[in-house]
């Protein structure tokens, strides 16, 4: 049988986009019944990317029955990729969990909601009674909505007064968010989408678009198909859609993208491609910054990376003599080592060169989760609601009268704990209760040996919600089930700060309730109150979760204030701020030379890039007293693992188009799983031959932590580097118990020192045929 | 001028850092970034030996080689002696009194940069007054991290 045509074909027919235009509307659609059954559509957006693609579902019967492109939101103006087209077939999947399940003599198994939450909050309170509030870990996703992580960031920081909230997030959006901290002195993305079309020139810096972000990528595509097309850069070990489109394809060796980035600065303040009129109003550390890359020629850097000096000019001259330059990063750069000293070269490249804030000059610092960016702003990853800053009393203080508690019930004496520390603690045994939402750690975290053995510790109560039995809720204590997109209501923002609501289009299965639920009635149960004994939690449904939200968020960057459900059914995607000034949200930020960085305002006071120490707030008001943009330098040095005699290759993990993270919804799309079944290696032809390996042959790779086995592919990476899929787990193999599928069983546990990312592209690997 | 005991005492101090940090590292395989960070921060602080070396000489100090390192079998026995006590609670009290003993080193290194600077101006020594501006702001790196770390880590060794 042959393959959908948008599974051969993702980005589907071209419509040409000159430079300044609108982008003409493409609606795609799919639907499994005739347009004329469909009962009702549904207002929803992705959530099994971060590009927050609008979009309908079609429900008939009950049930969804398919889904077509909003035409008049700003984000897809109708399109949708592969994912959005199939994968909310899931939903209907008859391996759903439709009830409660708890842990007896062994084996999980069914109960109500009565015994399985009174498990959870008996647990709760005899851990908080016997050891405190820092036993509790609350390890939370990138795919529930704004008002849920709100809800678990209130109940998780001052219900119980844990510093210990983080998401997954941390694999994917950690370093984006630092980055900005680092450069702005608060999270918050600069750019638009629609700066797509306005540049003449995209870089693109491990960034592989075309597969994390398909529809952003169809804009790319059709402004190369217009008559004045942008030139493009792409940073990538390996030849990925993006790359064989790009004009220039730099392909440094994995963990030295610092030290290229260090070499395109060191050029353009070297050939006086820096708009000094700019850099002189509106940001502090020029010096620093000429000193610190003043090395860093592209000889020197040709040597680390691998990459040929002159490659490296001819980049940096583009992006030097660029006059709508855009820059998009992910995570070839992100995981790996280097990470935020690389990504804020990215941001120094656009203050440098004065390119913010105005159509077709930003900076996009992606994620690659739907709604990674709401757990920025809600505080339920590390940091607190709002984008306030943990150092600032202040802000403290303001957050502890928004929610009537004591600013000492909130922790604040040091940055919030972030994922890797949290299950750190876990396997020390100072973490003993640890709540997950909606993510499949013992699949997705590095170095899977040592995260199953974390989470089979029976001193460990682990309580797990989501929408199938992962392998991660296969060693719960307590399984809820949990509702997903199209059975409950919420916001979410996407990668550009657009704003989206999705509402219930049909019930749960089973017993199945939204998360926002579970955790209300957590709450409930452990009484929560304020500090007039009245309920911590005063919001009982979205909408009231979403009113809530607003109010903590006003007068911050993000600004929810002008927001209101009535407005995003109205009106589709909007960008925050929206405010009463700013009543139809914000394009782009920083456009007046204007930052969030003053002192007493600014989200984050920095840290040092090499080491992640802490910036205190004395030093911070002295080097930056008037708020304006940082220029921040940070040299290269080798990564913590490098390849040798034994292990010859650089291991890198990474995604298809066709997938998303542990594949517990893409896999159960038929489309999607037929289009990428199984893993596979890929190695360099020069690889190959040295391994004895040809094209489909089953080969392992082995790590000092683990082995993966599966059928290689031949070419489109380079030499020293072998690439393996990390989507792939073990709940749909006939469990021989071998764990020799998840790439994560060969990954190193580390992190960047800023970000606290851990380095999935990092460590050293040899490639064998398999016996 | 006993600028050379001044430049002999920094290079010894420097040395006893990197050596120490390479043993926290060792000793804390399962503190992840304590055992990936400290051997940058330790071949940072063998760097600063090496950038004393050519002046001590000029002052008739032997500031002898950077190294001095401690890996080998004995690194090998802590290694695999953190491994095994990586998840007993009681490595959260070790890695404190650790980092308490780097701080205490580093401190040390500091104020010695501090009083060779002086030294390098009064002397108008510009070469050895580079160095010290050049390598200082590495060893206050070191101590702000050694700070943020011992932040980190103290609320939950002690309370749970």
Known sequence: VAAPERIENPWGERTPLAAGADWPERVDAHLTVGEGEVERWVRAASILHSDGDAYDLAVADGRIVGVRGRADDRVNRGRLGPKDLYGWQANHSPDRLTRPLVRAGGALEPADWDTAMGLVAGRSKELLAE???????????????????????????????????????????????????????????PGSYDDVNHADTIALYGHNMAATQPVLWMRVLDRRAGPDPPLLIAVDPRATPVAREADIHL?????????????????????????????????????????????????????????????????????????????????GVYQSHGATGAAVQVNNVHLLRGMLGRPGCGVLQMNGQPTAENTRECGANGDLPGFRNWQNDTHVEELARIWNVDPL???????????????????????????????????????????????????????????????TAELADVVLPAATLGEKTGTFTNADRTVHLAEAAVEPPGEARPDLESLLDYARRMGFTDRDGAPLVKFGDPE????????????????????????????????????????????????????????????????????????????????????????????????????????????????????????????????????????????????????????????????????????????????????VPFHYGYWDVDGDGAHDRAANELTITAWDPASKQPLFKAGKARVERAS | VKLGIAIGEVADAERRLATELERVGERHEADHDVHHLSSTLASISRAHVEALAPIGERYGSEVGDADGGTSGVLGTVREKASELTGRRPEAGLLLLRDLRELFLLASEVSIGWTALGQGAQAARDRELLDVVSRCHPDTLRQLKWVTTRIKQAAPQVLVS
């Open chain 1, 251 to 331: 392909a440094p060796k994995p963990g030295t993208n610092l030290a290229l980035l260090n070499a395109i600065v060191h050029e353009l303040i070297e050939r006086g491609w820096v708009d000094r009129s700019y850099v002189d109003a509106h940001t502090v550390g020029f010096e620093e910054l000429q000193q610190a890359t003043a090395g860093c020629t592209p000889e020197w850097a040709a040597d680390i990376c691998g990459v040929p000096a002159a490659d490296i000019r001819r980049a940096s001259e583009a992006i030097g003599s660029a006059e709508r330059l855009l820059s998009t990063v992910l995570q």
């Open chain 1, 409 to 471: 019930q909130i922790p604040h004496w040091v940055e919030p704990t972030h994922a890797m520390e949290i299950f750190r603690y876990c396997e020390q045994g100072s973490i003993r209760f640890l709540w997950i939402t909606c993510t499949n750690p013992a699949v997705s975290l590095p170095e899977l040996a040592r995260i199953r053995s974390i989470l089979e510790q029976e001193r460990l109560f682990v309580v797990v919600q989501d929408i199938f039995m992962t392998e």
């Open chain 1, 544 to 723: 009231s979760a979403f009113e809530a939200w607003k109010e903590c968020s006003r007068g911050r960057p993000c600004d929810y204030s002008g927001l209101t459900y009535g407005k995003l059914r109205e009106s589709g995607g909007i960008q925050w701020p929206c405010t009463e000034e700013a009543p139809e949200g914000t394009p782009r930020l920083y456009g007046d030379g204007r930052f969030f960085a003053d002192p007493e305002y600014c989200e984050s006071y920095g840290k040092d890039l090499l080491t992640g120490a802490s910036i205190e707030e004395t030093e911070y008001r002295a080097t930056n007293p008037g708020g304006r943009a940082i220029l921040k330098a940070c040299e290269y040095t080798p990564p913590p693992e490098e390849p040798d005699g034994d292990y010859p290759l650089a291991l890198i993990t990474g995604r298809t188009i066709y997938h998303f993270h542990t594949r517990t919804k893409t896999a159960r799309a038929p489309e999607l799983n037929a289009a990428a079944p199984e893993p596979w290696v890929e190695l360099a032809p020069a690889d190959a031959r040295a391994a004895g390996v040809e094209e489909g042959d089953l080969v392992e790779v082995v790590t000092p932590r683990g082995r993966v086995r599966a059928p290689a592919r031949i070419g489109g990476i380079r030499e020293g580097v072998v690439f």
């Open chain 1, 131 to 189: 050891a405190g509030a820092s036993t509790f870990g609350f390890y939370t996703t990138g795919q529930l909505f704004l008002e849920e992580y709100y809800a678990q960031a209130l109940i998780a920081r001052a219900g119980i007064g844990t510093n210990h909230v983080d998401g997954n997030t941390r694999l994917c959006t950690a370093t984006a968010a630092e980055a900005l901290k680092e450069s702005f002195a608060c999270d918050g993305q």
